[in-house]
């Protein structure tokens, strides 16, 4: 942590910039705003320590965020946004709710948005082969299709069979490849490519996104940004966001730098994504909760959205994994939301059937931790049935037993590696570019968790032999 930025946490209370409450009957939300500031809650507290609660700025500094921006749905709309900290450390720039952020993963289901708005208008059908709208580029045949095309509602749900997990970026200096070098892989990841019969499991693919992608640009015959700015940013209210990758000049004064936990930017500012439907989109949490309650009204019945009320429905109805057509779904249907993670940058949104619900910005790699306590502090403040503390129990493990589960782990179908290390009867996991050093907390001989954030990892035997473990619903293989 650099000094620099422990003087920002410092003088977090005197750069907050808030834009105007339209609080609900008997709510006084400036006290709500005053609750988080003052008593940021854990994500997970252990059984038998007492609780931690801990100031905003604190938590900030701890983790290395310069800025977090936040906005509140209540009631069926946006309660309150605020944003705290610097979104440029070197100028002192602060960041306020207008401050763009990258969407990083969030941008796939506000893009298969635009894919549905196609299907009501007759042009896209939800199970066709997606060589029938492709035009600057086909989709290779693969024996591992068995037969099974490759189709929107596939790509969508994460069920299509395609390879590529997701996209570092690119700086900005560098030359940034096509939509189509990029699926061929002639950009900084592989080729996107059927490598599983395609409806036979859900396996995440930031690839199928960027195929998607190329059918609404190759079938509107325009830049996708402007796709989208047509069937999604302007139906949805989002005047701030912009799918234009790289970001215009001209809107470089609004965006945040992306940073490391240790106070680096991230290098000249922040990556350029061409995978835009995957990672692309720049927008606030105002205007994601504008997109979220756009889909909820037109799931409640509401028209003059980007969605009717029928394609609301399926978009929200879960599949394999609850996964919809482009959001996580919650269990028992009670909401529907998407996490995010560029270079730099990590978020969260997460929208309640009731009308409640909540979208968190950070610009630091560490800022998933911190949205998981903001997500924690906001569900007690609010009564939201999930994302709230968890309390969890820890017991010895034997120093024997954690050396069994050392080792390298690959996720399945991504390059990313997790390792696990045994060191003087504790245990680490870290995946770089994915999951800072963190040390796991056993629950039992198998199942562990990282007691900032709750993620729990499963590790899986099969006779004496640790064989893989499972974390948040991926299996990576052991490596011998």
């Not at 808030?18 to 940021?40: F, W």
């Not at 309150?80 to 952020?101: D, M, S």
């Not at 569900?379 to 017991?395: I, L, M, S």
Request: proline share 6%.
């Amino acid at each position: 942590m650099t000094a620099r930025l422990r003087a920002a946490g410092l003088a977090l209370a005197a750069l907050a910039a808030a834009v105007p409450a339209r609080p609900a009957a008997g709510q006084d939300v400036a006290a709500r705003r005053e609750r988080l500031e003052r008593r940021l809650m854990p994500r997970v507290v252990i059984r038998g320590e007492p609780a931690r609660s801990a100031t905003l700025a604190d938590r900030m500094a701890h983790y290395g965020v310069p800025a977090v921006s936040v906005a509140v749905i209540n009631g069926g709309k946006t309660e309150w946004a605020q944003a705290w900290g610097l979104a440029e450390v070197a100028t002192g720039r602060a960041a306020t709710p207008a401050t763009l952020f990258q969407a990083a993963s969030i941008s796939k289901p506000v893009a298969a948005t635009a894919a549905l708005a196609l299907v009501e208008k007759g042009r896209l059908d939800l199970d066709a082969d997606v060589n029938r709208y492709l035009e600057s580029w086909r989709l290779p045949p693969s024996d591992s299709q068995a037969g099974e095309p490759v189709t929107i509602r596939r790509l969508m749900t994460h069920t299509a069979g395609l390879t590529v997990h997701g996209f570092p970026g690119y700086a900005r200096s560098a030359r940034i490849p096509t939509t189509a070098e990029v699926l061929d892989g002639k950009g900084n990841t592989a080729p996107v490519r059927v490598d599983l019969k395609p409806g036979a499991r859900w396996r995440y693919s930031g690839g199928g996104y960027t195929v998607l992608q190329l059918v609404l640009a190759d079938l509107a015959d325009r830049p996708f940004a402007a796709v989208m700015r047509e069937l999604v940013l302007d139906p949805a209210g989002m005047t701030a966001s912009t799918y234009e990758q790289p970001l215009p000049e001209s809107r470089w004064d609004e965006a945040a730098t992306a940073y490391r936990p240790d106070g680096r930017p991230v290098e000249e500012g922040w990556h350029v994504y061409p995978e835009q439907a995957a990672a692309g989109l720049w927008t606030t949490p105002s205007d994601l909760a504008r997109w979220g309650l756009a889909i909820l009204a037109a799931y409640d019945g509401g028209t003059g959205g980007p969605l009717s009320p029928t394609m609301a429905r399926q978009m929200l109805q879960p599949g394999l994994n609850n996964q919809g057509l482009g959001p996580a779904i919650g269990p028992a249907r009670r909401w529907f939301g998407h996490g995010g993670s560029n270079e730099g940058f990590r978020c969260q949104l997460v929208v309640f059937m009731d009308g409640r619900g909540a979208v968190v910005m950070t610009n630091s790699d560490r800022g998933d931790a911190l949205a998981s306590e903001v997500l924690a502090t906001l569900a007690d403040e609010y009564g939201w049935p999930d994302f709230r503390v968890t309390e969890r129990t820890v017991v010895p493990i034997a120093a024997t037993a954690l050396e069994e589960l050392s080792g390298r782990y690959r996720v399945e179908g991504s390059p990313i590696e997790l390792v696990v290390s045994a060191e003087g009867g504790r245990i680490f996991a870290e995946a770089e570019g994915a999951l800072p050093r963190a040390e796991l907390l056993g629950e039992s001989a198998t199942v562990f968790f990282t007691r900032d954030e709750g993620i729990t990892f499963r590790f899986v035997r099969e006779g004496k032999d640790v064989t893989a473990v499972v974390v948040m619903g991926r299996r990576a293989i052991r490596q011998r």
